[in-house]
């Protein structure tokens, strides 16, 4: 149905006004790492599963959440051919995979933060897309607010998931062009390292 003013909404009559403005809105964004999309035709579930959920969070489901709604990021993103679309992807693959296995009753709990349900190369996804958030928290220009969460969580998502993700055989393409954002974001990454580790006084 058309709205008043703005993009055309459908209607549902479980939906507020203000809620169907905010879904307009989603449609509408111009930079989301992670598909808000995908959230949507999920009914707004997380994936239940928690490292995977504050992963997904802090690179943001929509433009006005988490990395997505810097604009140090964006600039950084767009600058680099390709990236924003492998981002996606790979934020795609890791919440699809949280959500089979919260469908499929996979989870012994609600705080299941093992990797037992999923495949290598689910594995590897999560594992790419930790890297892309060690790196875009290392971007030059980010409020302090969001740098320190996404420094924090980096903490907790190494504390659960530190040496126990491995690769796995994506199909070639593919593998080459995640391996392209990979390289990216571990050389942003260490490169943040050593711009911590000098500046801290001696």
Same mark, same amino acid.
């Given at each position: 149905?058309?709205?008043?003013?703005?993009? @055309?909404?459908?209607?549902?009559?479980?939906?507020?006004e203000?809620?169907?403005? %905010?879904?307009?809105?989603m =449609?509408?964004?111009?930079?989301?790492?992670?598909?808000?999309? %995908?959230? @949507?035709?999920?009914? /707004?579930?997380?994936?239940? !599963?928690?490292?995977?959920?504050?992963?997904?969070?802090?690179?943001g489901?929509?433009?006005?959440?988490?990395?997505? +709604?810097?604009?140090? !990021? =964006?600039? /950084? !993103?767009?600058?680099?051919?390709?990236?924003?679309?492998? %981002?996606?992807e790979?934020?795609?693959?890791v919440? =699809? #995979?949280?959500? *089979? +296995? *919260?469908?499929?009753?996979?989870?012994?709990?609600? /705080?299941?933060?093992?990797?037992?349900?999923?495949? #290598?190369?689910e %594995?590897?996804?999560?594992?790419?897309?930790?890297?892309?958030?060690?790196?875009?928290a +290392? !971007?030059?220009g980010?409020?302090?607010?969001t740098? /320190?969460?996404?420094?924090?969580?980096?903490?907790?998502?190494?504390?659960?998931?530190?040496? =126990?993700?491995?690769?796995?055989?994506? #199909?070639?393409?593919? $593998?080459?062009? $995640?391996?392209?954002?990979?390289?990216?974001?571990?050389? +942003?990454? *260490?490169?943040?390292?050593?711009?911590?580790?000098?500046? *801290?006084?001696?």
């Amino acid at each position: 149905m058309p709205a008043r003013d703005g993009p @055309e909404r459908r209607y549902d009559p479980g939906m507020s006004e203000e809620f169907q403005d %905010i879904l307009a809105g989603m =449609r509408e964004e111009k930079f989301s790492l992670i598909p808000s999309e %995908i959230y @949507e035709k999920d009914h /707004f579930q997380g994936t239940d !599963v928690p490292f995977l959920d504050l992963l997904l969070v802090q690179l943001g489901y929509g433009p006005s959440y988490g990395l997505s +709604a810097e604009q140090a !990021v =964006r600039d /950084f !993103v767009h600058g680099q051919p390709g990236m924003y679309e492998q %981002i996606r992807e790979a934020g795609t693959a890791v919440y =699809r #995979a949280g959500a *089979r +296995a *919260r469908d499929h009753g996979l989870l012994r709990s609600s /705080f299941d933060d093992s990797l037992h349900p999923y495949s #290598a190369d689910e %594995i590897w996804c999560m594992d790419l897309a930790i890297d892309v958030l060690a790196m875009l928290a +290392a !971007v030059p220009g980010l409020s302090g607010g969001t740098r /320190f969460s996404a420094l924090d969580a980096l903490r907790d998502l190494y504390m659960t998931c530190g040496g =126990r993700t491995s690769s796995g055989s994506c #199909a070639p393409a593919s $593998r080459c062009a $995640r391996s392209t954002c990979r390289s990216r974001a571990t050389s +942003a990454r *260490r490169n943040g390292s050593a711009r911590t580790s000098s500046s *801290r006084p001696g």
